[in-house]
C-alpha cells in the first residue's frame, strides 16, 4: 500500500524476513536506490531524502513518479495477475 500511493520507502535488509520482503518489493518496481547496504548508508540516504535541500526534494520527486508510473505496468501493482 505504501508504494502504491508513491510514499518512499527506505530500507536496510538485515536478517528479519520483512526487511528482506521490503528489499524485494522495492526492486519490484525499479528504484533499488532506496535499498541501503549497511546503516550509515541508510543514515545518508533518509537524510538526503528529508534534509537534502534541493537534490533530495528532486531525489523524492523522481521516485514518487516512478512508483507512480510504475502502477500502470509492474507486476506487483497487478493485482489480476497476482491473484491467479
Do not use: C
Not at 546503516?39 to 538526503?48: I, N, P, S, V
Request: glycine residues 6%.
Amino acid at each position: 500500500d505504501i508504494l502504491w500511493s508513491g510514499v518512499p520507502l527506505l530500507t536496510l535488509p538485515r536478517e528479519t524476513m520483512s526487511s528482506r520482503v521490503a528489499a524485494s518489493l522495492i526492486n519490484a518496481v525499479t528504484v533499488p536506490f532506496t535499498i541501503a547496504r549497511n546503516m550509515q548508508d541508510y543514515k545518508e540516504l533518509a537524510l538526503r531524502l528529508v534534509q537534502g535541500g534541493e537534490d533530495g526534494r528532486r531525489s523524492l520527486r523522481m521516485v514518487r513518479e516512478r512508483l507512480r508510473s510504475d502502477r500502470a505496468g509492474a507486476p506487483l501493482f497487478d493485482t489480476r495477475r497476482m491473484t491467479q
